[in-house]
């Protein structure tokens, strides 16, 4: 039965952007200590769980169009679930396609959160390493802009805290 499927497809889901969650909240730790390595481990596990959620986003598709036939209705619209619930009568399964969307737009409005944070977390630490390396290396003390060739001068070194002429 497509309502079941659909059920069982959104249960899935949810399953898999709660695992997402929890990856999310443990890159943070992993962003704060700068460890590269967990941080390189933690991505391909992402990677792979994305492909997966892909997969499932498009049996979702599959069986809310397989749903819409069985009601009688030939559209290719791309409902929400919401919307597909209108469509079932029974009060126990509209009860729990409604339940398992209400679980999985939890999850995710969690895990956009999270992800918001370390992205904001993953920036602050490449302005910092940007900052690091202007301190080691320095910032040109000229502007790019032309000047004819026989005009220039030895004013494009980046003095910085290392002699680069050792």
């Known amino acids: 039965?497509?309502?079941?499927?659909?059920?069982?497809?959104?249960?899935?889901?949810?399953?898999?952007?709660?695992?997402?969650?929890?990856?999310?909240?443990?890159?943070?730790k992993i962003?704060?200590?700068?460890d590269m390595n967990s941080l390189v481990q933690h991505l391909?596990?992402?990677s792979r769980l994305l492909k997966q959620v892909?997969?499932?986003?498009?049996?979702?598709?599959?069986?809310?169009y397989e749903l819409l036939r069985e009601r009688g209705i030939k559209s290719q619209l791309n409902l929400t679930i919401t919307e597909l619930a209108r469509l079932v009568?029974?009060?126990?399964?509209?009860?729990?396609?409604?339940?398992v969307q209400s679980r999985l737009s939890h999850t995710l409005s969690e895990l956009k959160e999270i992800n918001a944070i370390n992205q904001k977390l993953i920036e602050q630490s490449l302005v910092f390493i940007d900052y690091s390396l202007d301190l080691l290396v320095g910032r040109p003390n000229q502007e790019m802009t032309y000047m004819h060739p026989d005009q220039k001068s030895n004013q494009l070194a980046r003095p910085g805290?290392?002699?680069?002429k050792a």
Do not use: C, G, W, Y
């Open 44 to 46: 391909n596990q992402e």
């Open 161 to 164: 805290l290392f002699d680069t």
């Open 31 to 34: 962003v704060m200590e700068n």
């Open 89 to 99: 009568f029974d009060p126990e399964d509209k009860n729990k396609l409604l339940s």
């Open 54 to 64: 892909e997969q499932l986003e498009e049996a979702r598709m599959e069986v809310s």
């Open 1 to 28: 039965m497509p309502l079941e499927r659909l059920i069982d497809v959104l249960e899935q889901l949810d399953q898999k952007h709660l695992i997402l969650l929890e990856l999310a909240k443990s890159k943070k």
